[in-house]
């Protein structure tokens, strides 16, 4: 509390733009390293239509990749594009030896088979790491690749030596690329979970047992300060485009703000940290085949 009585913002910064960029530097260096060694990492990335969202993310990957010293091909299909002419063309990707990981930005236009044609990426050079293969290993403790905002949440921890071992996680939402493998990442480095999504009762009480806070629901400024117990880490994965054009996260940070401890804000909080960690999969990948 203020002299005036009034609360004032306690909460640190996580800053994922800072994190990101040392995540690039040292990738960039270690590209240098393996190109050496004659390895280039190269990634593919596929895009169905104009969505122009979408249009936005390939051009910054791509972007990266090549700030990065990875080699780096766009796919940009047409709208109409049959669902086994982009299966051929994953075919021919996954035998493509300069091409170590390939994404397909989602969404896909709805004739098109989402669940299909990411099972058809080959799991080694899966490096979104939604394939169930990947999954499944996340899911049993085993090496392969991770999704890359979980992995960016877990790193933006891990840069703040803020402790997970021991502490109470609470997820809000449960997608297959958010809410269920950050959990499962956090479970694995010892920390207690509690998931929460549309039918969860008392959403209110099971957050306030949060010392780690992730929302990942998609709703704008759904987790207010009332909702935060005093001193936790909150992560705000949500990207939500208000009417008025600007983004918002999942988290009213200016209430939670005066409660939490460690706060990332919306933007320049978790999404530097999804490209951050696409370049790492693509180098990891390439590691991976080359030995
Ligand atoms: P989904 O829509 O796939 O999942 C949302 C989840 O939140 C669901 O499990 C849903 O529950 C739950 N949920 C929605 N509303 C509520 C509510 N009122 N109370 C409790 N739970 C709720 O979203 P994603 O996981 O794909 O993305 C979540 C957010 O993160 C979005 O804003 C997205 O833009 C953003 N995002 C950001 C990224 C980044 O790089 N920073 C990357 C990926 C996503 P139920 O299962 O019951 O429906």
Redesign the pocket.
Known sequence: MSDEGEEIMTAKIIDGRLVAKSIREELKGEVENLKKEGIEPGIAVVLVGENPASMVYVKNKGEACRSTGIYSEEHRLPEDTSESALLDLIERLNRDRRIHGILVQLPLPSHINKDKVLKAISPDKDVDGFHEINMGRLFTGQEGLVP??PF?IIKLLEYYNIPVDGKFAVI????????KPVAMMLLQRNATIAM?????AN?KEICLMGDILIA????PG?ITGEMIKEGAVVID????RLDNGKLA??VDFESVSKRAAWITP?PG???P???AMLLYNTVKAAKLRNG
């Open positions: 890359c905002t960016g809000v939402g449960r997608s297959n690329i958010v809410g929460c999504h549309t039918r969860t959403m990942a629901a998609g709703r759904m994965v949500g990207i939500n996260g999942d919306v909080g978790v999404g940290m999804t490209i």
